[in-house]
């Protein structure tokens, strides 16, 4: 027997919820540069309702680099602000609501 998701009621196979999430959210990506001249995208405004802990995974799977997921952001090692984006859209995000700084 399939689980029934607690916030939309439809069995978990067919559970929107993900989607909606995604379609919902004002994604920022900039650059940070910390201790020895290191650089680190860091991608805000992702909810946990869009599952961060698989994207994440697959983010770094993508661009081969380390990185974590910690206080409603997602730090990726590296930059990655020339790929970004269309990653992001593959993964499902809307591109209109993803924005490079």
Excluded: W
């Excluded at 650089?39 to 983010?59: F, P, Q, W």
């Excluded at 974590?68 to 730090?75: C, H, L, P, Q, V």
């Amino acid at each position: 027997m399939v689980g029934v998701c607690n916030q939309c009621g439809l069995p978990q196979d067919l559970c929107v919820c993900e989607t909606i999430a995604r379609e919902q959210q004002k994604i920022t990506v900039m650059i940070e540069k910390r201790k020895f001249g290191k650089k680190y995208t860091v991608i805000r405004g992702i909810k946990k309702e869009a599952n961060v802990g698989e994207i994440v995974k697959k983010l770094k799977s993508k661009f081969a680099c380390g990185g974590t997921a910690k206080d409603g952001k997602i730090e990726l090692q590296g930059d990655h602000k020339a790929r970004i984006k269309a990653i992001l859209v593959e993964l499902g995000f809307p591109e209109e609501t993803i924005e490079i700084k």
